[in-house]
Nanobody, 125 residues
C-alpha cells in the first residue's frame, strides 16, 4: 500500500447516506494525522473532518451532526460516514495526512503532505 486511496463515492439522492473509506500505508496511518477534505465545483478545497495531533476530532461546522469520521487501526483505514446528504455536499472528496494538526489550522490544505486521488460524491434528485 502506497500513500492514500479513497473509495466509496457515488451518486445518492438528497437525504441519503454514503460511507467513504481511505486506506493508508501503515507508515502514514501510524505517524500522521488523517482527515477528509472536499472540493466542490468552482470552489477551493475545504476541510471536512480530521483527527488532530491530540487524537481529538474536528469538524467543519456545516457537516456537524451529519458526518462522522472514524478509523480502524487494524485496517489502517479512515472512514467518513455521511448522512442526510444535501446537493451542496456534491464534491470530490479527498483523504489527506499531515504530520501534525492543530485546531487553529486544521483546515489549511498546505499543512497536509499526502493526498489521495479523490472520490466523487454526487447528491441529486
Amino acid at each position: 500500500q502506497v500513500g492514500l486511496a479513497e473509495s466509496g463515492g457515488g451518486s445518492v439522492q438528497p437525504g441519503g447516506s454514503l460511507r467513504l473509506s481511505c486506506a493508508a500505508s501503515g507508515t502514514i496511518f501510524r505517524a500522521y494525522c488523517m482527515g477528509w477534505f472536499r472540493q466542490r465545483p468552482g470552489k477551493e478545497r475545504e476541510g471536512i473532518a480530521v483527527f488532530d495531533t491530540d487524537g481529538e476530532i474536528v469538524y467543519k461546522e456545516s457537516v456537524k451532526g451529519r458526518f462522522t469520521i472514524s478509523k480502524d487501526n487494524a485496517k489502517n483505514t479512515v472512514y467518513l460516514q455521511m448522512n442526510s446528504l444535501k446537493p451542496e455536499d456534491t464534491a470530490m472528496y479527498y483523504c489527506a495526512a499531515a504530520p501534525w494538526v492543530h485546531r487553529s489550522s486544521w483546515y489549511r490544505v498546505s499543512e497536509y503532505n499526502y493526498w489521495g486521488q479523490g472520490t466523487q460524491v454526487t447528491v441529486s434528485s
